[in-house]
């Protein structure tokens, strides 16, 4: 079995950071691509950023020079720090894992459990 949890949201005041956090635990062979999500009130789960086992990362237009994604492969660990936030990054962000269980083949997904980040004053 597979865990994926996330921690480190809150609320902030427009132009704060926060740093966002996530580990995968359980019996896997590897992790491929981490990345980070966000739900806005009313809408569609969101991309906000990935990176790869190899450090590659991807990231939303609207968070690009604010956020930043990085990895520790030997403690399977992702973080999001974000910086300069908005109202408008006000969500829930989850955190996703595509795991492989036995063989590198046979990837699966896995989810936390999401975290809300609010940005007012």
């Known amino acids: 079995q597979v865990q994926v949890v996330e921690s480190g949201g809150g609320l902030v005041q427009p132009g704060g950071s926060l740093r966002l956090s996530c580990a995968a635990s359980g019996n896997f062979f590897s992790i491929g691509d981490m990345g980070w999500y966000r739900q806005k009130s009313g809408n569609q789960r969101e991309l906000v950023a990935t990176?790869?086992?190899?450090?590659?990362?991807n990231y939303v237009d609207s968070v690009k020079g604010r956020f930043t994604i990085s990895r520790d492969n030997a403690k399977n660990t992702v973080a999001l720090q974000m910086n300069s936030l908005k109202p408008e990054d006000t969500a829930v962000y989850y955190c996703?894992?595509?795991?492989?269980?036995?063989?590198?083949?046979?990837?699966?997904?896995?989810w936390g459990q999401g975290t809300q980040v609010t940005v007012s004053s």
């Open positions: 996703k894992a595509i795991v492989a269980l036995t063989t590198p083949s046979r990837q699966y997904q896995y």
């Open positions: 990176i790869t086992s190899s450090g590659n990362t």
